[in-house]
């Protein structure tokens, strides 16, 4: 039996370090062990585009804002002029069916009036003007020349229509029909973009869905409608929606 001593055991040890020999001892160090991870699949190449759509059907439905502004020479006789408008126009709109559901308060004033002095002295206070506005919700759109006529009829000098904008009830179908375009739109853009770039297009990795908007009819001031008749254009709604699609590239 062979005894090595401590010296002997360190020697061999660096020895087999140094030569990146395996050690037969039973001891192996640590800074011998090395772990080398496999490298990282690179990025697929991607493309993002905008993809834009539209859709458009005839309103089913119109609102209408419309009120009563009275003057007096004091506050009070002011609100009671215009309560008692604001009465008419309201009982015009029930004979027209229009459902109390449907009609809501926009705005209430109380304000004073003053005159200014030709001579550049202190404004005079000549009185009261107090005034209310309505929001009406008109379900029959062929009602709508009728309802603002009633309505103008009812409160004489008082009555005011600040504007009148077509709307539809029920806006999914309408939304459904400008996503789908704007979905089609984005990916024809991204097929033609990989066409270009000599590669085949792949999955679509995210989809981001943009604000939609519908354009509203300028709204019309009172002097614009004919006394006689009223005659309003409905013309069209339309929506449109934006979406940000980002595809792979193969």
Known sequence: MSV???????????????TGGLLTAGVTPAAAVVSVAPAADPAPATVTVTGEGSASTAPDMAVLTAGVEVTEPTAKEALAAQSAASAELLAALRKQGIADRDVQTES??????YQQDTA????KLTG?????AFSVKIRDIRKVGAVIQAAMDATGDAGRVNGVAFDVADPAALQTA??????????????QHAKLAGRRLGRLV?????????PRPVAMPAVAYDKES???????IEDQIQVTAVYELN
């Open 120 to 123: 550049g002295g202190q404004a």
């Open 206 to 214: 995210s989809l981001t869905e943009g604000e939609s908007g519908r």
């Open 230 to 236: 009223v005659p309003v254009a409905p013309g069209e």
């Open 108 to 113: 209430l004033s109380l304000n004073a009036v």
């Open 128 to 132: 009261y003007q107090a005034g209310q």
């Open 178 to 191: 400008a996503r789908k375009a704007a979905a089609h739109d984005a990916h024809d853009k991204a097929a």
């Open 4 to 18: 090595r001593t401590s010296s002997a055991v360190a020697k061999s040890l660096a020895a087999a370090v140094l």
